[in-house]
Structures are given as C-alpha cells and as structure tokens.
C-alpha cells in the first residue's frame, strides 16, 4: 500500500524508478559505519554496498565511499570502526554522493544485519533528495538466521550477534567494524544460508 501511494505521489519524479517492484533475483548487501547509534543525531562516516546476483557476490561491482560527517566524533566511535576525523576531511558529504549511490543502488532488495538501523541512518538525507525513504525490500540475515535456528532447534535461544552467525555458518569474519568486511560476511552468511535450504554443497563464491 505504500509502495502504491508513494507511486500515486512521486511518480512522475526523476527517482520513480526507486519505487517499482524489482523482478530479479539479486540483493545488496548493505553496511554503514557512523559516528554512534542515534540516527537522530550521529552521522555515517563508511558506506559499502555488494551485489549478490546467480549466486556469486559481485566484489568488482561494489558501491564503497568514505563519507565525511560533517562533525567531530569521539575516541570510540574511533575505535569501533577505527576511521579518525582526519581521514575524512577529502570525502564526500553524504548529501552530495547520494543521488549517485541511489543511481547505483536503484530498486534492488537490501540485505544486512540490523538493516532497519542503516535505513534509518540513510532515512532523512534520501528523504530530502527524493521525497519519500527508501522502500526496496529489505532482508536482515539475523531475522533470517533466527528462524532458521528455531525450527531446527525450539528448545534453544540462538546468539544473533553477526560474529556468532559467521561462526555458525562457517563464514570467514572479514575486517570486522568496516563497512566492506561486514557487507562481504553478510553477503556471505546469506549466500550459506540459500546453500543451506538447498542442500547444497556450494560455498559463497567472490567474483
């Protein structure tokens, strides 16, 4: 309903695009590095997007910017995603590389763990450039896990932190707390879990 009222509204708008159904069968794995866990008021300082499409992560077609916030930020925001305020002083403000990672991105499904908090991060400044959020479909691997783990194994609660998940799937961790390392161990984990519910013996390919 408010994939068709946003229709009815912006439809006629340069990003019309972004708000039709998508009919492949691709997604992008997502990631965000910010400056804390306020959407409301902290800023995102890494962006990484990876295509996943007939089964391969595309690596070669990644979406990766270092995003310059536009504020100071704390020693550990620092140590979290290990980004200074001097390594972003030559990026990009958000506002000004979206259009093109909305370009890029278009109306793929998003896939990510805790993907309702990226949206959010991305909710306001995509918001002023388009007029409404983002609407692609989204998927977040530890939803997706949990319901995995519960139907085969009620009795227990499963551990839904992304280390665990990877551990889980035996999925390599790659530079953990970077946008790119955690959009790649997603992709991965989900690529396991498709394996999984195929019974197949494939594991996530790079390409």
Do not use: K
Request: hydrophobic content about 40%; some cysteine.
């Amino acid at each position: 309903m408010m994939r068709w009222w946003l229709r009815r509204r912006h439809g006629r708008g340069p990003w019309r695009g972004l708000l039709d159904p998508h009919p492949g069968d691709e997604q992008v794995s997502l990631d965000l590095e910010t400056t804390g866990l306020d959407p409301r008021h902290d800023r995102i300082v890494a962006l990484a997007a990876v295509p996943i499409r007939d089964g391969r992560i595309r690596l070669s077609e990644r979406y990766t910017r270092l995003v310059n916030p536009g504020r100071s930020f704390g020693i550990d925001s620092i140590r979290h995603h290990r980004l200074r305020p001097s390594d972003l002083i030559d990026a990009p403000r958000l506002e000004t590389l979206l259009p093109d990672f909305l370009t890029w991105l278009g109306n793929r499904p998003l896939l990510g763990y805790c993907i309702r908090f990226d949206l959010a991060m991305l909710a306001g400044p995509t918001r002023a450039l388009t007029g409404f959020t983002l609407v692609n479909r989204r998927i977040d691997i530890g939803f997706e896990y949990a319901a995995r783990q519960r139907r085969r194994h009620p009795e227990t609660e499963p551990r839904l932190d992304l280390d665990s998940i990877a551990r889980a799937l035996d999925v390599p961790i790659l530079e953990r707390h970077s946008a790119l390392g955690d959009a790649l161990t997603v992709a991965m984990c989900w690529l396991a879990l498709q394996a999984d519910r195929t019974g197949s013996n494939q594991t996530s390919r790079l390409r």
